[in-house]
């Protein structure tokens, strides 16, 4: 196993920087759209039963983003002290990072699942839906998918680890074969197919935890053979309280970045389900076609935070430059063709989702509007990725929390005039400026490093 991991690592310090960056990201991609895959299916599957179920999944999802919020703590902080660590060339120092990531991402998730669990119902009244069975589904949907918290973070600190080694094919392979998994108990327990009882939407969440704890058993199986990040790993070894603060410190600001996002999208389906509880399935439904753009990017930003904090902490800075630039040269060609996907076949695509034609209308409205906003969305992440690696994570995180929380006030003065339609602009032109903005600075910042 050992000579395995060593034949996956990339090179992030020498050579071509597009072909790191290439053969880096392209796995950690494609380990996005896995999980991508894993929401689409689930949103597929379940948006047969009809409007109701997705709009309790979307309720309960989006207490999972907040969960991938808190993740991103020991997943961001860990990555990068961890890779610049490598850069640096004191690989003892990175294995303690990485133990640490692991310890700490496990303390948060039990106490977050827990307190999903705990509070469920008073967490889904938070939306104030109309139909009390709609609530119900919500309700028992977040109590067992939130029993996986534990298994989804213990996931994301292994893949973070791995990236910032220049490892991103391991984790693909073991979240490809979680996905599948998912794909093929995903029918058979919403549906109730052979043996199985009909379970509706907790089937789903039962088929998510499953197919996220075979991912775990390969990544811990990965964790005792691999002696390059894991040697000598003892997971109930004491933390150094030093190194787990600065985890926190790079980690956190992202973190509240995303709390702060989701919890923005949680203020904005109240704000819509003045419309209708409808209106939360075509939000829940065109979020997760539009995480086609959010989950590569994401990805990208994975590669981008490697390939910074490895040269970063070797100090050369130009390589750091250099690798921004490709990085931001191949995210335009990736958003211009999301964005013409998703601007000219917005019907089609939204009706792969949910049959009833009202709702479908609607959908193609939102992907039009938000669609507008991919390449900028790329722009985003890919530079957030790169600030990150340098451990600067306040920067990205302050604008764009303080870009997200203006959509609220942003959708008060447009719904007025625009309808719904108000708020998909909202949520589309805060994309864009911080899109811009960021990629901007990030310039400035790294002008300043070479001087």
């Known amino acids: 196993m050992d000579n395995k991991s060593k034949e996956n690592r990339i090179d992030l310090l020498n050579g071509s920087i597009s072909s790191a960056l290439f053969w880096l990201s392209l796995p950690i991609m494609g380990s996005q759209f896995v999980q991508m895959a894993y929401n689409l299916f689930d949103t597929m599957w379940v948006g047969q039963i009809g409007n109701q179920a997705v709009t309790a999944v979307g309720a309960a999802g989006s207490f999972m983003w907040i969960g991938q919020g808190i993740a991103m703590i020991p997943q961001v902080g860990g990555q990068v002290m961890t890779g610049q ?13 990485a133990r640490e990531t692991v310890q700490l991402m496990l303390f948060l998730m039990l106490a977050y699942s827990l307190a999903c669990i705990v509070f469920r119902y008073p967490l889904i009244e938070f939306f104030k839906l109309h139909d009390k069975a709609t609530a119900a589904a919500a309700a028992s949907y977040l109590a067992i998918v939130s029993l996986g918290h534990p298994l989804m973070g213990y996931n994301y600190a292994m893949q973070g680890l791995l990236t910032a080694a220049g490892d991103s094919k391991t984790s693909f392979k073991y979240n490809a074969v979680g996905m599948v998994i998912n794909i093929v108990l995903d029918p058979l327990l919403i549906f109730g197919i052979g043996p199985f009882p009909v379970m509706g939407v907790n089937g789903a969440a039962i088929a998510t935890i499953f197919s996220q704890a075979v991912t775990s058993v390969l990544f811990a199986r990965f ?32 973190a509240i970045f995303n709390i702060g996002y989701a919890s923005v999208n949680m203020l904005i389906s109240r704000i819509i389900v003045t419309f209708g509880d409808a209106a939360i399935a075509i939000q829940k439904i065109g979020g997760q076609i539009e995480s086609l753009t959010w989950m590569t990017g994401e990805g990208f930003s994975y590669s981008m935070s490697a390939i910074t904090s490895q040269n970063y902490g070797a100090g050369n800075y130009k ?9 931001a040269a191949m995210m335009t060609v990736f958003g211009i063709l999301v964005t013409a996907l998703l601007v000219l076949g917005a019907s089609p695509i939204f009706g792969l989702f949910i049959r009833e034609p009202e709702i479908i209308a609607g959908g193609a409205g939102y992907l039009r509007i938000v669609g507008l906003s991919q390449l900028f969305m790329c722009y985003e992440l890919a530079t957030t990725g790169a600030f990150n690696g340098l451990g600067q994570t306040k920067l990205p995180a302050a604008l764009g929390l303080i870009l997200t929380v203006a959509r609220i006030p942003l959708c008060y003065a447009l719904m007025p005039v625009m309808g719904i339609n108000g708020v998909w602009w909202a949520i589309s032109g805060t994309s864009i400026l911080k899109g811009i903005i960021l990629n901007i600075l990030f310039l400035i910042r790294v002008r300043k490093l070479e001087k």
């Open 85 to 97: 660590s490598i850069g640096e060339g004191s690989l003892e120092k990175a294995r303690r990072y």
């Open 319 to 327: 390589r750091v430059r250099k690798g921004f630039l490709t990085g």
């Open 223 to 254: 964790m005792m053979k691999d002696s390059y990040l894991f040697g000598d790993f003892g997971l109930l070894d004491r933390p150094e309280s030093k190194e787990i603060l600065h985890i926190v410190k790079l980690g956190a600001p992202p």
